[in-house]
C-alpha cells in the first residue's frame, strides 16, 4: 500500500519524465539539470505533510533511476543528496505563513504557483479565506492559471483566460502596506468583489479592462 502510495506521489511531481531526459545530455550537465528540475518540484509541493515526507520520495526517485543513470557513470544517491540540499535552499524563497506582507513586493514578475501565493503557506491566505467564505473554492478554481504578480500602486494578479464560450475569470488585488485585499469572480459575466474591511484599493487599468470586457456588472460583496 505504501509503495503505491509513494509511486502515485512520485507521478504526481512528474520526476521521471526528468529522468528520462538523461539520455539526451552530457553526464555533467545531465547531474545539473536533474537536480534542479527535481528540488523545484518538491518546492512547488509547499504544504507542511508533504514536505514532510520530501525526502522520503527522493530516496525513492533515486531507487528507480539507478536503472537510467547507471550506464551513463552517474550515480542516483549522489544525485538525491544535491537534491535535498538544494530544495532546502529553495525553500527559503517562498513564502512563509506568518511573514510580513511586504516581502510579497520582491516577488514582482513571478508566478503564484513559484512562490506559493495562493497556498496554506501563503500570508495572505488567512484574509483571502476570510473574504471569500463560501466562494472560495470558486476563486481558487478562476486562478489555477494565472498571471504573474504585477504592481500598479497595489500587487494584483489576474486569473485564468477565458476560454471559449465562458465569460469566467477572477482577480486579485493585494495592499501589501495595509495588509489588505480584494478578490474578484467572474462567472456566467456575473462579478462578485469580496474586499478587506475599510477604504476600497485602486483597481489596477488590467484589472478594470478585465471586468468590462467580461462583466454584466457587479454585485460587491
Known amino acids: 500500500m505504501m509503495n503505491a502510495v509513494k509511486a502515485q ?18 553526464a555533467c550537465d545531465q547531474a545539473s539539470q536533474l537536480t534542479q528540475q527535481v528540488a523545484s518540484s518538491v518546492v512547488g509541493i509547499v504544504g507542511e505533510e508533504v514536505k514532510k515526507q520530501t525526502d522520503g520520495v527522493i530516496d525513492q526517485v533515486a531507487s528507480e533511476a539507478n536503472q537510467v543513470l547507471q550506464p551513463l557513470g552517474l550515480n542516483a544517491s549522489h544525485i538525491a543528496s544535491a537534491v535535498k540540499a538544494q530544495t532546502a535552499q529553495l525553500a527559503q524563497q517562498v513564502l512563509k505563513v506568518n511573514g510580513d ?6 516577488y514582482k514578475g513571478k508566478f503564484p504557483q513559484d512562490i506559493g501565493l495562493l497556498t496554506e503557506v501563503s500570508p495572505i491566505m488567512p484574509e483571502l479565506k476570510q473574504i471569500l467564505g463560501d466562494d472560495f473554492n470558486a476563486f481558487m478554481k478562476h486562478m489555477s ?3 504573474t504578480l504585477q504592481f500598479d500602486r497595489v500587487l494584483y494578479v489576474l486569473g485564468n483566460k477565458p476560454q471559449a464560450g465562458k465569460q469566467d475569470s477572477a482577480w ?20 462578485k468583489v469580496f474586499s478587506s474591511k475599510g477604504e476600497a484599493l485602486y483597481r489596477p487599468a488590467e484589472v478594470t479592462q478585465l471586468i468590462e470586457k467580461l462583466s454584466k456588472g457587479i454585485a460587491a460583496k
Open 9 to 26: 506521489t512520485v507521478k504526481r511531481w512528474t520526476v521521471l519524465p526528468a529522468l528520462l531526459l538523461v539520455g539526451l545530455l552530457s
Open 101 to 106: 506582507w511586504a516581502q510579497l513586493t520582491q
Open 145 to 147: 492559471a494565472p498571471s
Open 172 to 191: 486579485l488585488l493585494i495592499d501589501a502596506e495595509n495588509r489588505k485585499l480584494e478578490a474578484g469572480l467572474i462567472q456566467n459575466g456575473e462579478v
